[in-house]
């Protein structure tokens, strides 16, 4: 209600990366005093207690999680979990520093429930982050770490890169993901082919010691037989799957969002996210993370039904405003 009725008009009346700086700057500057993640919790709702599942070996408190891209530098671990998350996925981070695309880069598309983005990567750098995380306590519940590619990196130096920055914060993460499905790098989605896949996880492999588990995030727009053929590489390098990222594709928009590159997000990308699980899940055991367009219960039951052993969202959170984790999971409580 207080978000409908105040927060989201006055949110809504600012670019949408502003809105978006705003609310992190304000739960930012929240999150360091004792006391406030316990009102945040109040604030939103209370939330059901769910059974705790464990997947790759981590121990999720509920499946319902936070994607990659809302807190890409780390600087909400700690109070974000008041909002009822079972997980949160922070980045994606890159090895080196790098200011991301030119400003505006993210837009919403209200009548569509959706946002397009070409955020591009803006990250403070692996090492940054690292600290960052070293200095905060531990996050409430497990934390996954999504890993970029800086813009001006030679694709043939990406296993390198990857693998590096993979080490720098391997300690601070309960699970990492390769990202190599953003659609705002030039030439990054070229690496979900066979070999540059292949050879991403097996250099990250060869550092991970600890045996994270290491995850792989598509693209919701590879032709059949390179889905397939990454599940492949997947199955024999990594140990989950997120499915998926944001799609180039423009259905279920106005027909002027063509002449906006980025990737779109939200509830046009429902039915081919969950179609995409379902494919998975019928050529995989590997875990499935299923993301993309969950607004709703019915939506999150929807992904599990279809395959996934965890959701995530973002978009949703911008419509629905700080309760949607909350109301999710008492709707999934219900049903269950
Ligand atoms: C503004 C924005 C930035 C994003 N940044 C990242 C990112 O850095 N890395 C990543 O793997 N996914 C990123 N994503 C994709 C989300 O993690 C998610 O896969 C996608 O938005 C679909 O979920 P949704 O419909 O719930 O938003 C971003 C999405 C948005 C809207």
Avoid at 5 to 19: G, I, Q, T, V
Avoid at 276 to 302: N, Q
Wanted: glycine share 10%.
């Amino acid at each position: 209600m207080l978000y409908s009725e105040y927060a989201k008009p006055w949110l809504f009346r600012l670019d949408a990366e502003r809105a978006h700086d705003e609310v992190s700057g304000l739960l930012s500057l929240l999150a360091p005093f004792p006391g406030a993640a316990a009102a945040l919790d109040a604030l939103t709702g209370a939330a059901p207690t769910a059974a705790p599942r464990d997947i790759f070996g981590v121990r999720f408190p509920n499946p319902v999680g936070l994607a990659a891209g809302f807190d890409k530098d780390g600087r909400l671990v700690g109070i974000l979990p008041a909002l009822g998350f079972g997980f949160l996925e922070i980045g994606s981070v890159t090895l080196e520093p790098q200011p991301g695309n030119p400003k505006p880069r993210m837009f919403r598309v209200p009548e569509s429930r959706a946002l397009v983005n070409r955020m591009g990567f803006n990250s403070d750098g692996a090492r940054a982050v690292a600290r960052r995380l070293a200095s905060q306590e531990k996050c409430a519940v497990p934390l996954g770490i999504n890993l970029g590619l800086n813009k001006d990196t030679d694709p043939a130096r990406a296993p390198v890169d990857y693998a590096r920055t993979f080490r720098i914060l391997a300690g601070h993460g309960d699970y990492f993901v390769v990202n190599v499905s953003s659609p705002n790098t030039p030439g990054l989605r070229d690496l979900q082919k066979v070999e540059g896949l292949s050879a991403i996880l097996g250099e990250i492999q060869d550092a991970n010691a600890a045996k994270k588990p290491i995850l792989l995030k598509l693209a919701p727009d590879l032709a059949d037989e390179d889905f397939e053929a990454a599940l492949r590489v997947a199955e024999k390098l990594a140990q989950g799957l997120v499915v998926s990222n944001t799609t180039i594709s423009r259905d279920g928009v106005d027909a002027k969002w063509a002449t906006e590159s980025g990737g779109l997000s939200g509830a046009p990308l429902k039915v081919r996210a969950t179609a995409l699980v379902r494919k998975a899940r019928g050529l995989t055991k590997l875990p499935i993370v299923g993301v993309g367009g969950i607004e709703t219960a019915d939506d999150a039951r929807e992904r599990l039904a279809a395959g996934a052993d965890l959701v995530q969202l973002y978009t949703g959170l911008v419509y629905g405003g700080p309760s949607t984790v909350k109301r999710i999971l008492a709707g999934l409580e219900t049903a269950a």
